[in-house]
């Protein structure tokens, strides 16, 4: 068991185990992308919400939104797991959000403070499934997956820093610090002041750092696959061409021999004389 996967489970995110069935995996993966846009849904909303640019009825569709997913999401992955218990205990935080979250519990008695709280626990989870995700999909060094994710980080670091951050003002200013950032280029022209910008910037940094690495061998794996391509094409030609010359050579060797079968004079039979020996008298 890897580090990561032993800090999901205690913190109950630990999701579908490896050793079950074929179809509960292949549906937790189903359901990587729908959890990566519910993530930066949050984000999104949070930031929003701070800057009292959406009203309650939207804020109240979010929470639905974000509950209907963990709601959906435990209830299709524990009908389909063969150890439905250990599903659950190593997911205890999805039922924590379901039974506390429920929506009508914040509507009817509206504890901002809690309701923030297990936002924030959702968000983690989501965040802690994404790195899985994450992590498997950039080991694939595959170009278009590589550039999506890293466009799907930046958005989300740049509604992130916009609202922790005093000195930038909108999610446009964000997300291009954010690009800076990541591409370890560093302009300048924007540049946080307190010390939570700060510390996400170091922690922005190194994630760029690991992002250019990865970027730079998916390009790198992205050339080599249409050199490979190339060199396969070639070989197939050359293989057929060789087929080709084989069939020709058997036909050919197969005319000799009916050539050299004709022109050959048939054998005639050798006759052979027998010597009889006198008997003595």
């Known amino acids: 068991m890897t580090t990561h996967d032993h800090i999901s489970q205690i913190f109950g995110l630990a999701g579908v185990d490896i050793r079950e069935n074929a179809k509960a995996k292949r549906w937790a993966g189903y359901l990587e992308w729908p959890m990566i846009l519910v993530a930066l849904w949050i984000i999104v909303s949070w930031y929003l919400e701070a800057g009292h640019h959406l009203t309650k009825a939207v804020i109240g569709l979010t929470d639905w939104i974000v509950w209907l997913f963990f709601l959906a999401e435990t209830i299709i992955l524990a009908s389909l797991v063969d150890k439905k218990l250990n599903y659950l205990k190593r997911n205890w935080i999805n039922l924590v959000i379901i039974i506390f979250g429920f929506p009508l519990i914040w509507w009817y008695f509206p504890f901002t403070g809690a309701l923030r709280t297990l936002r924030i626990l959702a968000m983690l989870g989501l965040f802690l499934q994404i790195s899985k995700t994450t992590r498997?999909?950039?080991?694939?060094?595959?170009?278009?997956?590589?550039?999506?994710?890293?466009?799907?980080?930046?958005?989300?670091?740049?509604?992130?820093?916009?609202?922790?951050?005093?000195?930038?003002?909108?999610?446009?200013?964000?997300?291009?610090?954010?690009?800076?950032?990541?591409?370890?280029?560093?302009?300048?022209?924007?540049?946080?002041?307190?010390?939570?910008?700060?510390?996400?910037?170091?922690?922005?940094?190194?994630?760029?750092?690991?992002?250019?690495?990865?970027?730079?061998?998916?390009?790198?794996?992205?050339?080599?696959?249409?050199?490979?391509?190339?060199?396969?094409?070639?070989?197939?030609?050359?293989?057929?061409?060789?087929?080709?010359?084989?069939?020709?050579?058997?036909?050919?060797?197969?005319?000799?021999?009916?050539?050299?079968?004709?022109?050959t004079p048939p054998t005639q039979p050798t006759s052979r004389k027998r010597s009889k020996k006198k008997e003595p008298d």
């Open 136 to 263: 498997k999909l950039l080991s694939q060094h595959n170009l278009g997956t590589t550039l999506a994710l890293g466009f799907i980080m930046i958005i989300m670091a740049g509604f992130i820093v916009a609202g922790i951050e005093p000195s930038i003002d909108t999610p446009m200013d964000g997300i291009w610090w954010a690009l800076v950032t990541m591409s370890t280029v560093g302009y300048g022209d924007i540049v946080p002041e307190s010390t939570a910008g700060r510390l996400f910037a170091s922690i922005l940094i190194i994630i760029g750092l690991g992002m250019i690495s990865v970027l730079t061998a998916s390009f790198a794996a992205f050339f080599l696959s249409e050199e490979e391509g190339q060199l396969r094409r070639k070989e197939n030609e050359i293989l057929r061409k060789i087929n080709h010359l084989e069939d020709e050579l058997a036909e050919m060797r197969t005319l000799l021999e009916e050539v050299a079968g004709r022109k």
